[in-house]
């Protein structure tokens, strides 16, 4: 494999073992070689695989199953979460503006996505969002917070895309918020009638073909969001 100059040499011996998964096609789950293949394929030390094979599996490239072999990973975005959940906290005089970037990705990611489904989505899938908005509903009433629903409606909104990256991407921001509001003591919206109302108006958009009033309606979902954040951090609620 062609070596690069400069680039420090764990970080060679990873790519090369990324590369050697590319080329020989191997899919999630796939034993990789032995070490002493990868020593002779490499032209490498034991514990130089040893180490590219461990940064590897914290980036959940590749699984190692001690006793069994190292087997090609998920390629999760858990690497992502947790990168993300570290760098809000990580920020203590201000973390609270550390999540709303966070925030304003995502706000930009549904606005864009939410264009696109807003001309295709059946009755038939309009009405499986409106019966996750009538369980907020129902959840609500009893006292109780409904951050899953809140996460179903959104993963169940961008379904019909068929596009696989989309829940993993919406689920990794949904975490770190959830995380990084655990970690810090925040609590939950003490009004989620205002949480269920702006779900349902962003059905009530979408069953008009509004797609302007639907975009309208998920930027102050997330404007809300926004600001009980910052309600929270500063100890106001």
Not at 24 to 49: C, F, I, K, W, Y
Request: aromatic share 4%; no cysteine; net charge negative.
């Amino acid at each position: 494999m062609r070596r690069m100059s400069g680039e420090p040499r764990n970080s060679r011996i990873q790519r090369e073992v990324m590369q050697l998964i590319l080329d020989r096609r191997l899919q999630t789950g796939a034993p990789l070689p032995t070490e002493a293949e990868l020593m002779e394929d490499l032209g490498v030390s034991r514990n130089s695989v040893r180490e590219a094979l461990k940064a590897l599996q914290a980036l959940d490239i590749v699984e190692i199953r001690h006793g069994y072999g190292t087997y090609v990973g998920q390629a999760s975005l858990t690497p992502l979460v947790d990168g993300l959940t570290f760098r809000t906290l990580v920020q203590l005089h201000d973390d609270t503006g550390a999540l709303a970037e966070i925030l304003q990705i995502r706000e930009v990611l549904e606005e864009g996505l939410i264009r696109r489904v807003a001309a295709t989505l059946t009755e038939a899938e309009l009405d499986r969002l409106e019966a996750v908005v009538v369980r907020m509903e129902a959840v609500g009433e009893g006292g109780r917070p409904f951050p899953e629903l809140d996460r179903e409606f959104h993963e169940l909104l961008y379904a019909s895309l068929g596009n696989a990256l989309v829940p993993q991407l919406l689920g990794a921001f949904w975490t770190v918020f959830r995380r990084v509001s655990g970690a810090r003591g925040w609590t939950d919206d003490p009004a989620p009638e205002v949480t269920v109302r702006r779900h349902r108006d962003i059905v009530t958009a979408l069953r008009a073909r509004d797609v302007e009033g639907a975009q309208r309606a998920m930027a102050v979902h997330f404007r809300g969001i926004e600001a009980r954040a910052a309600q929270e951090s500063r100890g106001v609620g």
